[in-house]
């Protein structure tokens, strides 16, 4: 049998998946005699998916898909207007997300997680402001959607690999990491003497297994070449786990994972060199343990990050607000107000979108 390189698992299986998106523009003008144009329209093409803006509440029932969801708030004529999907397939996770903007300019994002045939296809629709001359709040708002965010521990994983000296120069140990990036929290790590996409493979089967079986929404990780192999690819598509990578030539897309690296390194016990991948292995077991469960990261409001990750951090921040409610009150003078603990992030993005800053001299600059 003859092995080929660019095709290691034979020929690749073709899916045509047929998406239709559309501004229905809401129950304007002769709306009913429209909707029945369109649903003739949707059964001539016969799509898999269909994404509609200024859909209303109910009208995908009516579009002839079976599987729909509706997001929106915004009322015409007593009907609430919105996001739709629809979809030939089941839908699973869906959530609708308000994006940057003032009244007049915020837009909306629909996600729905479809179950199709070859595994989970995400589809997001989004709604963005209009006005011609707010196109640079439109630019921030698909920043937004292009952005990947996590609100909780499990959603979105960030894994890495990072060299470390061997006992004379040419010999490096490698340390493979995955962390979650809303706790912090390191969910697996392996120190191996290669870098490549087998071991890669059974890195990512590992962490999965290491957090109970279940595997996050997102992994996350840059454009090396284990990370972009068809082997780690087509695990990922087996278990139905969305993979997102650096966008290329930008240096600090995969911020996370080169925090902790950095964390590792600057760490007054790190050695120069390791005696041996045995060494190497031990210490990276000391330094994720305490890590883990002893490090108060700065990210995470002083928490640790088994704390976040375990759902233990409301105890601690009720503690804390006992604590500081208690010195206040002992001695308040000492204190220009009542203090409280950090608050938490909402939360962690991959690719954050840049703040809007508005001076009052920017302000009135824009009203010239």
Known sequence: MTYDIAEPYGPLITTTFRL???????????????????RATLERHDPDVVGLVEAWDGQ????????????????????????????RWPIGAHESRKLTGGPDTGGQVLYAGIDGPRGIVH?????????????????????EVAAFVADGPGQVWSWDITKLKGPEKGVVYNLYVMIDIYSRYVVHWETWPAENARLAKRFIKNAIERNGGSAPKTIHSDRGTPMTSKTVGQLLIDLKVDQSHSRPKVSNDNPYSEAN???????????????SIQDARQFCRRFFTCYNNEHRHSGI????????????????????????????????????RMPTPPRLPERAWINQPEAKIETEQSAQNAAA
């Open 20 to 38: 239709v998106t559309w501004n229905v523009w809401g129950r304007y003008g002769p709306w009913e005699s429209r909707e029945v144009a369109i």
């Open 60 to 87: 995908g029932a009516r579009l002839g898909l079976p599987y729909h969801v509706f997001e929106g708030d915004y009322e015409v004529d007593g009907v609430r207007s919105g996001l739709a999907v629809l979809s």
């Open 123 to 143: 589809i997001y629709v989004a709604a963005l402001t209009w006005r011609p001359e707010h196109s640079g709040e439109r630019q921030r708002q698909v920043r």
């Open 301 to 336: 409001a002083l928490h640790t990050p088994a704390s976040i990750h375990h759902d233990t951090v409301g105890q601690v921040q009720t503690e804390r607000a006992r604590v500081l409610a208690a010195a206040y009150a002992a001695n308040p003078e000492r204190f220009r």
């Open 261 to 275: 690296f950095r964390t590792l390194k600057y760490c007054p016990a790190f050695p120069g060199r390791f005696g």
